[in-house]
């Protein structure tokens, strides 16, 4: 079974402060995805990485795939409150271009 | 330019009743997925059509759970004598059909939250 570990499970900073969440396996995934969900909506895809040791940057937030394709990171920059929500994590199944595994999420709060 | 969307977006209902949740793909988009997420969880695979197939139920957690897709496009997951277990928030996601071996990007609706009393 692929498994995806996130953490922290949650983290609550201050505005303008950097943070780093993480996504780790033991399994080796073709690529993974990152996603925000905000309290009653779907997830909202964020990035995907494909290439071992990539790194894509989408404003403040930085995401890095590990170069043995089993880990990612995001990196935000100068938290605002609007970066507040579920970051999750996904790949597709060993097999499969469509079925998912996600992780348990990353839950960030943003203070003013 | 409507994403997915899904209704209702809230049901209760009693252990032992029958439910059924409605997902409206975006419109071109062949594939479709149901999701189930928990409580503290990530969302859970359940079932995949690609046009009016079931082309993988293996998540389907028992005989319990059905969907359908009659006509390629809106889908119905049904389910049989609730159970308290079944709460969750039931997602719904379509995408485009790329050709084999290629990620497509799932696009979510806000889901479905059932509560079983």
């Known amino acids: 079974t692929q498994l995806l570990e996130q953490s922290p499970q949650f983290l609550s900073i201050q505005e303008g402060e950097n943070l780093t969440v993480y996504c780790n396996s033991s399994?080796?995934?073709?690529?993974l995805q990152w996603y925000r969900q905000e309290p009653g909506e779907g997830p909202v895809l964020l990035v995907t990485v494909v290439t071992g040791g990539e790194v894509k940057k989408l404003k403040r937030l930085t995401f890095q795939f590990g170069d043995a394709r089993k880990d990612s990171s995001l990196h935000i920059t100068a938290a605002q409150p609007g970066d507040t929500g579920l970051y999750l994590c996904a790949g597709p199944r060993k097999g499969s271009n469509y079925k998912l595994t996600f992780g348990k999420g990353t839950l960030l709060t943003v203070n003013p | 330019g409507a994403g997915v969307s899904q209704t209702p977006s809230n049901k209760v209902t009693e252990k032992g009743k029958y439910v059924e949740l409605r997902c409206d793909p975006i419109s071109g988009h062949t594939a479709l997925y149901w999701y189930r997420q928990s409580l503290g969880q990530g969302p859970e695979f359940l079932i995949y059509f690609q046009g009016t197939g079931a082309a993988d139920d293996s998540g389907l957690p028992n005989d319990r759970f059905f969907a359908v897709r009659p006509e390629g496009s809106v889908s119905t997951l049904k389910i049989q004598r609730t159970e308290r277990g079944d709460s969750a928030v039931y997602l719904c996601?379509?995408?485009?059909?790329?050709?084999?071996?290629?990620?497509?990007?799932?696009?979510f609706g806000p889901g479905t939250r059932l509560t079983v009393l």
């Open positions: 399994s080796v995934f073709s690529s």
């Open positions: 996601a379509s995408s485009l059909r790329l050709p084999s071996g290629t990620y497509n990007e799932q696009f």
